[in-house]
Protein backbone atom coordinates (compact mmCIF):
# COMPACT_ATOMS: atom_id res chain seq x y z
CA UNK A 1 0.00 0.00 0.00
CA UNK A 2 1.55 3.25 -1.54
CA UNK A 3 0.85 6.51 0.62
CA UNK A 4 1.59 9.67 -0.34
CA UNK A 5 3.97 11.90 1.27
CA UNK A 6 1.19 14.00 2.65
CA UNK A 7 -0.18 11.59 4.41
CA UNK A 8 3.26 10.15 5.61
CA UNK A 9 3.36 13.32 7.55
CA UNK A 10 0.02 13.57 8.99
CA UNK A 11 0.24 9.45 10.51
CA UNK A 12 3.68 8.37 10.83
CA UNK A 13 5.92 11.10 11.22
CA UNK A 14 3.97 13.27 13.57
CA UNK A 15 4.16 9.73 15.87
CA UNK A 16 7.99 9.57 15.89
CA UNK A 17 9.63 10.11 19.78
CA UNK A 18 12.87 12.18 18.30
CA UNK A 19 14.50 13.40 21.48
CA UNK A 20 16.48 17.52 20.63
CA UNK A 21 20.22 17.83 21.36
CA UNK A 22 21.60 20.93 20.64
CA UNK A 23 25.00 19.34 19.24
CA UNK A 24 22.83 17.60 16.34
CA UNK A 25 21.68 20.72 15.55
CA UNK A 26 23.02 23.47 13.37
CA UNK A 27 23.12 25.56 16.00
CA UNK A 28 25.23 23.24 17.45
CA UNK A 29 27.60 24.04 14.64
CA UNK A 30 27.12 27.52 13.91
CA UNK A 31 27.04 29.24 17.36
CA UNK A 32 30.32 27.86 19.04
CA UNK A 33 32.11 28.77 15.25
CA UNK A 34 30.47 32.30 15.71
CA UNK A 35 31.85 32.74 19.04
CA UNK A 36 35.52 31.62 17.56
CA UNK A 37 35.25 33.82 15.08
CA UNK A 38 34.21 36.97 17.24
CA UNK A 39 37.15 36.44 19.44
CA UNK A 40 39.35 35.33 16.93
CA UNK A 41 38.04 38.59 14.72
CA UNK A 42 40.14 41.33 16.46
CA UNK A 43 43.38 39.46 15.83
CA UNK A 44 42.30 38.88 11.97
CA UNK A 45 42.19 42.72 11.79
CA UNK A 46 45.08 43.39 13.54
CA UNK A 47 47.39 40.33 11.79
CA UNK A 48 46.05 41.99 8.34
CA UNK A 49 47.21 46.09 9.82
CA UNK A 50 50.62 44.58 10.68
CA UNK A 51 50.68 42.45 6.92
CA UNK A 52 49.92 45.62 5.11
CA UNK A 53 52.20 48.16 7.07
CA UNK A 54 54.91 47.00 8.38
CA UNK A 55 56.37 44.08 5.89
CA UNK A 56 59.47 44.75 4.45
CA UNK A 57 59.82 44.66 0.93
CA UNK A 58 61.75 41.72 0.45
CA UNK A 59 58.76 39.32 2.13
CA UNK A 60 55.97 41.09 0.65
CA UNK A 61 55.31 36.96 -0.41
CA UNK A 62 54.19 36.71 2.90
CA UNK A 63 50.87 38.51 1.60
CA UNK A 64 49.47 35.83 0.98
CA UNK A 65 48.42 35.29 4.41
CA UNK A 66 45.88 37.46 4.10
CA UNK A 67 44.15 35.77 1.80
CA UNK A 68 44.10 32.69 4.53
CA UNK A 69 42.70 34.97 7.07
CA UNK A 70 39.99 36.06 4.25
CA UNK A 71 38.81 32.84 3.64
CA UNK A 72 39.22 31.89 7.49
CA UNK A 73 36.61 34.61 8.19
CA UNK A 74 34.48 33.36 5.00
CA UNK A 75 34.36 29.98 6.67
CA UNK A 76 33.92 30.36 10.45
CA UNK A 77 31.33 33.31 9.89
CA UNK A 78 29.87 34.34 7.17
CA UNK A 79 29.22 30.87 5.13
CA UNK A 80 29.83 28.24 8.23
CA UNK A 81 29.49 25.41 6.18
CA UNK A 82 27.30 21.88 7.30
CA UNK A 83 28.39 18.95 4.88
CA UNK A 84 27.29 15.61 4.55
CA UNK A 85 29.94 13.84 2.65
CA UNK A 86 28.34 10.55 2.72
CA UNK A 87 24.68 12.39 0.53
CA UNK A 88 26.65 14.65 -1.18
CA UNK A 89 24.98 17.64 -0.06
CA UNK A 90 24.74 20.36 2.72
CA UNK A 91 23.96 23.98 3.79
CA UNK A 92 24.90 27.48 5.18
CA UNK A 93 24.30 28.21 8.92
CA UNK A 94 26.27 31.43 8.70
CA UNK A 95 25.85 35.19 8.72
CA UNK A 96 25.15 35.11 4.69
CA UNK A 97 22.22 32.14 5.16
CA UNK A 98 20.93 34.12 7.94
CA UNK A 99 20.40 36.86 5.46
CA UNK A 100 19.50 34.43 2.74
CA UNK A 101 21.89 33.91 0.12
CA UNK A 102 21.31 30.35 -1.36
CA UNK A 103 24.15 28.01 -0.42
CA UNK A 104 24.91 26.86 -3.53
CA UNK A 105 26.38 31.07 -4.42
CA UNK A 106 28.08 30.63 -0.91
CA UNK A 107 29.50 27.17 -2.34
CA UNK A 108 31.05 28.93 -5.16
CA UNK A 109 32.61 31.72 -3.52
CA UNK A 110 34.43 29.23 -0.82
CA UNK A 111 35.51 27.37 -3.67
CA UNK A 112 36.55 30.38 -5.69
CA UNK A 113 38.58 31.69 -2.72
CA UNK A 114 40.40 28.27 -1.90
CA UNK A 115 41.66 28.00 -6.01
CA UNK A 116 42.73 31.67 -5.68
CA UNK A 117 44.65 30.68 -2.65
CA UNK A 118 46.11 27.17 -4.02
CA UNK A 119 47.21 29.17 -7.34
CA UNK A 120 48.77 32.44 -5.18
CA UNK A 121 50.87 29.84 -3.08
CA UNK A 122 51.76 27.68 -5.70
CA UNK A 123 53.03 31.14 -7.17
CA UNK A 124 55.28 31.85 -4.21
CA UNK A 125 56.86 28.99 -3.48
Do not use: D
Not at 32 to 43: G, M, R
Not at 79 to 100: D, E, H, I, M, N
Amino acid sequence: MAITLEEYYLVNYSQCNVPYSFLASWQGLAYPSHVIQSVSFALEVLTIFLIMSKTPVQMKTFRYQLLCTLINLLACSLATPYVYLKFRGGFGVGLLSWLGVPFKYQAVTGFFALSCKATYIKKTV
